[in-house]
T-cell receptor
């Protein structure tokens, strides 16, 4: 069964603007972790941010923040002040009682 | 600053040939994973290991075998390659099952083409 859903195959954003990448998940475990990874055109997987299911506050890492809405099973990634180097594939992932499962990804393109 | 190293980085195989992908990590992680990445499907788990001498099936294990004889190495084998196994293969490792809070550490990937 699909555990992670990313409904936006592609997104465009103007340089210096903010963008939100959507992610919804499905799990019956009360304890789980949510992750976002960036994959630039060079192909490597770069860890961006983590949110635990019991964390009271939304996670933030520099220009990245996670809009965690537990009741809606939503974990959207917000990138503030977009830069040309943010153009990449972005993957949402979950670990619960199983191993890390990934969504299909969103391709973000930052326009100058 | 090695982290997770995968070899080879590129390979072209003929249908029916066999090969082994090597993954090595120097972080003393217990958990290691093999994923494949196909367009529009994200990363899918092939096999994983929770420690030296252990292996288990993931979401898409058919056509692959794995071994973890040493803690730092995790091998992925294709006994008889098929065109459907054309993909980018990623190895990853972590110190815990939940991977909190730093996630998995990934290798740079192996691009395999089966003709």
């Amino acid at each position: 069964a699909q555990k992670i859903t990313q409904t936006q195959p592609g997104m465009f954003v103007q340089e210096k603007e903010a963008v939100t990448l959507d992610c919804t998940y499905d799990t019956s475990d009360p304890s789980y972790g949510l992750f976002w990874y960036k994959q630039p055109s060079s192909g490597e997987m770069i860890f961006l941010i983590y949110q635990g299911s019991y964390d009271q506050q939304n996670a933030t890492e520099g220009r990245y923040s996670l809009n965690f809405q537990k009741a809606r099973k939503s974990a959207n990634l917000v990138i503030s002040a977009s830069q040309l180097g943010d153009s990449a594939m972005y993957f949402c992932a979950i670990t619960d009682n199983n191993d890390m499962r990934f969504g299909a990804g969103t391709r973000l393109t930052v326009k100058p | 600053n090695a982290g997770v190293t995968q070899t080879p980085k590129f390979r072209v195989l003929k249908t029916g040939q066999s090969m082994t992908l090597l993954c090595a990590q120097d972080m003393n992680h217990e958990y290691m994973y093999w994923y494949r990445q196909d367009p529009g499907m994200g990363l899918r788990l092939i096999h994983y290991s929770v420690g030296e001498g252990t292996t288990a099936k993931g979401e898409v294990p058919d056509g692959y075998n794995v071994s973890r004889l040493k803690k730092q190495n995790f091998l992925l084998g294709l006994e008889s390659a098929a065109p459907s196994q054309t993909s980018v293969y990623f190895c990853a490792s972590s110190y815990s099952r939940t991977a909190a809070p730093m996630g998995y550490t990934f290798g740079s990937g192996t691009r395999l083409t089966v003709v």
